[in-house]
């Protein structure tokens, strides 16, 4: 008998909420900082250049799901590379979903103590984080999926006031001179938001075979994707146009200062928790995708019944790795280059193996069809 995994089935409108969420992630507040970092006052020509490479990523990854629409990755890598091999595969991409989903509870446990609680030991922020994210595991994707086109409009509504009350403090002349780092500091820095934000998506390989079939999902899916990529690159080109490129590299936590620059008329001042919150809500939910396509992946290769059984002992694990998985924040800020390695050999690497693979097996099972029928 075949496992029940979730019964549930999202929208396509709704997965598009997902999929901007998780675009977005955590790079609302850390990318800025990043990209400054490596491009300086070019840090908008990466963000470019990282968006259209994503888009490749997320129109490739999207196909990639529909290759086998009704399989998620585990199904597929087992049918296409066996059931040893295909599961060796299946078990790296979960110890990749565990780290991400922990390593993202680790960043809001850093964020938190340090600007809001810096009294308040970071296995609370943790442990109140993790509540959250098992109660969105037992209530399954079609709750999450409902909670995210919910939230939508209002993470819109407080991202797009971040960018109109900053406008009066832009200086065009802080992105001059153009192209000052070369080339190749521009290609490095693209390489951050093309793997951090697209590459990773393809968790939603776990995710696309419980979507409602459309026929505009493709458009809709890359669509999100784009909007995710542009939100990122705006602020990070904020930053540099309000900060200049030396403080958004200098500062960690570089969009989250520059909310607190905002000023209108000795009024409107102290709205960085508007940048705080949406980070929170788009950090959340990109934890809760990894952490549901672990739980997807799992049950699934173990063959059990129900993903809410493991709810609770995920979030337990959860919760002990997201402490050790970095002992300090310099330490995980080092770790930032080295993502970008295991983020294309998961996001774009391994799966175009399996499709690889895919298409020779049946361009061969097609042969062999066609020989049988001619003898």
Not at 168 to 175: G, I, K, L, N, T
């Amino acid at each position: 008998m075949e496992p029940v995994i979730d019964n549930g089935r999202i929208s396509v409108k709704q997965l598009a909420a997902l999929v901007l969420f998780f675009v977005i992630g955590d790079n609302l507040l850390v990318y800025p900082s990043i990209a400054a970092s490596v491009s300086k006052q070019d840090a908008w020509l990466s963000g470019l250049l990282g968006i259209m490479l994503g888009l490749g990523a997320a129109w490739f990854l999207f196909r990639f799901g529909r290759l086998k629409p009704d399989s998620t990755l585990v199904g597929f890598a087992r049918d296409v590379l066996g059931r040893w091999a295909g599961g060796a595969v299946v078990v790296l991409y979960l110890c990749y979903f565990l780290i991400n989903a922990s390593v993202i509870l680790r960043e809001i446990g850093d964020f938190t103590t340090t600007q809001f609680f810096p009294n308040t030991p970071i296995q609370v922020i943790h442990l109140m984080v993790v509540f959250i994210l098992v109660w969105g595991f037992k209530s399954g994707l079609e709750t999450i999926a409902r909670t995210g086109e919910v939230f939508f409009p209002i993470f819109a509504l407080l991202l797009t006031s971040l960018f109109v009350f900053l406008m009066p403090q832009v200086e065009f002349s802080r992105v001059q001179p153009i192209m000052g780092q070369g080339l190749p500091n521009i290609v490095r820095g693209s390489m951050y938001l093309f793997t951090y934000s697209f590459c990773e998506m393809c968790l939603f390989l776990m995710i696309l075979p419980s979507v409602v079939r459309n026929r505009h999902a493709a458009r809709d899916f890359v669509l999100a994707s784009s909007i995710g990529g542009i939100a990122v690159f705006a602020i990070a080109t904020l930053s540099i146009l309000v900060l200049g490129a030396d403080l958004s590299a200098h500062y960690r936590y570089t969009s989250y200062v520059l909310a607190q620059k905002i000023s209108i008329g000795h009024f409107v001042e102290r709205v960085e928790p508007i940048l705080a919150i949406n980070w929170i809500i788009s950090t959340y939910f990109k934890s809760m995708l990894n952490g549901y396509a672990f739980l997807i992946g799992i049950s699934e290769l173990l063959g059990l019944r129900d993903v809410r059984a493991l709810a609770v002992p995920f979030g337990v694990l959860l919760f002990g790795l997201a402490y050790i998985v970095s002992p300090n924040v310099v330490f995980f800020s080092s770790m930032f280059p080295y993502w970008i390695e295991m983020d294309m050999l998961f996001g774009l690497f391994i799966p175009g193996v399996l499709f690889a693979v895919h298409v020779m097996k049946k361009g061969r099972s097609k042969r062999k069809t066609a020989k049988a029928r001619n003898q």
